[in-house]
């Protein structure tokens, strides 16, 4: 199972001991370098594909922006190393308008500010999933701010739309949100799941933009069921 993060985050937010997993550090965030053009889908796609050439065939699991990196892969390489797709309070759009990409309160409060600003980026981080615990939202915290602020930028400097690759899905997918997403619209989720065929919607009530961290054990059991 490849783990795809968010923005400005890295692969250790991910925690599933139940699972066979390859946890990615997108470029640009923990371990890996800074470099090449963002705001290049090609690129994005080149990265994940590396992974996937090194892994082969998996389930790809992509957390918030990582749902863009796997419509990218989509876009440039089809599903032919995908056995299935699980998208979690993720965007597959980018840009004003992109339904796919639409956001909630918290994080339209927290740009632009974030982007250069450690302060703001702290304010997001708590309030992206509130009941998280305090050890873990410093956690995020510090993942998030270690990001720089020019890469924290560049990957807002994009306008992507994937209806097309999003309806050309074949495999199993499965798209899970939280109710009380507020930097994710739950919106962008019923938007995605309404163009992949065949896709499951499983939208988790009481629930903020981690549901792999809020509701571990549903999430786990979610995952179980459409893992290959």
């Not at 371990?31 to 065939?57: C, I, K």
């Not at 992509?62 to 089809?78: E, K, N």
């Not at 339904?99 to 740009?111: H, I, K, S, W, Y």
């Not at 961290?213 to 069921?225: G, N, S, V």
Request: charged residues 20%.
């Amino acid at each position: 199972m490849v783990l795809v993060h968010g923005w400005a985050q890295t692969g250790a937010v991910w925690d599933l001991p139940d699972f066979r997993t390859y946890a990615v550090d997108l470029r640009g965030h923990g371990e890996s370098d800074d470099f090449g053009d963002y705001r290049d889908s090609a690129q994005w796609a080149a990265d994940l594909n590396a992974v996937l050439e090194h892994t082969g065939p998996a389930t790809v699991v992509g957390w918030s922006y990582g749902g863009l990196v796997i419509t990218d892969y989509l876009r440039a390489h089809g599903t032919a190393k995908i056995n299935a797709l699980v998208f979690v309070s993720a965007i597959t759009e980018i840009g004003r308008g992109r339904r796919g990409g639409e956001t909630g309160r918290v994080m339209r409060a927290a740009l632009p500010a974030a982007i250069t600003d450690d302060g703001a980026m702290a304010d997001f981080c708590r309030a992206m999933a509130p009941a998280l615990p305090a050890e873990t939202v410093g956690e995020l915290t510090a993942a998030a701010t270690a990001v720089s602020h020019k890469v924290r930028g560049e990957l807002f400097r994009r306008d992507v739309g994937s209806a097309d690759v999003l309806s050309a899905v074949d495999v199993p997918t499965l798209v899970v949100h939280g109710t009380q997403d507020e930097v994710v619209a739950p919106a962008a989720a019923e938007y995605s799941a309404a163009l992949i065929p065949g896709a499951e919607l499983s939208l988790y009530p009481d629930t903020a933009h981690a549901p792999f961290l809020e509701r571990p054990e549903q999430f786990a059991a979610d995952l179980k069921r459409v893992a290959r």
